[in-house]
Nanobody
Framework: QVQLVESGGGLVQAGGSLRLSCGAS????????LGWFRQAPGKEREFVAA????????NYVDSVKGRFTISRDNAKNTVDLQMNSLKPEDTAVYYC????????????????WGQGTQVTVSS
């Protein structure tokens, strides 16, 4: 069982930066691939980024490549999402998630989810 809690969301102007953090409970954190997803109002949940168990492999959706960076610290049971050059279209509720399978972009592969944190980017 893994419990995930996100933090770090907020309101930022376009071009600004935010760093989201997700803390996890449980001693098996390093066994899970981790991902960040987002859901904007009226839209389906969207994959943003994922990181492998060791942290050696990372995937991103094309729209955030070069702007967002996912990282993890298995000693601290955390996964972060550094978001730079934010755009109004990045506005959404952001969720972290843990998957017991290998690195995946598919939300149905993820077993555990956080409650979400709101990110709002003003123009």
């Amino acid at each position: 069982q893994v419990q995930l809690v996100e933090s770090g969301g907020g309101l930022v102007q376009a071009g600004g930066s935010l760093r989201l953090s997700c803390g996890a409970s449980g001693r098996t954190f390093s066994r899970y691939s981790l991902g960040w997803f987002r859901q904007a109002p009226g839209k389906e949940r969207e994959f943003v980024a994922a990181i492998s168990r060791s942290g050696g492999v990372r995937n991103y959706v094309d729209s955030v490549k070069g702007r967002f960076t996912i990282s993890r610290d298995n000693a601290k049971n955390t996964v972060d999402l550094q978001m730079n050059s934010l755009k109004p279209e990045d506005t959404a509720v952001y969720y972290c998630a843990a998957a017991a399978v290998v690195l995946t972009n598919r939300d149905y592969d993820y077993d555990y989810w956080g409650q979400g944190t709101q990110v709002t980017v003003s123009s």
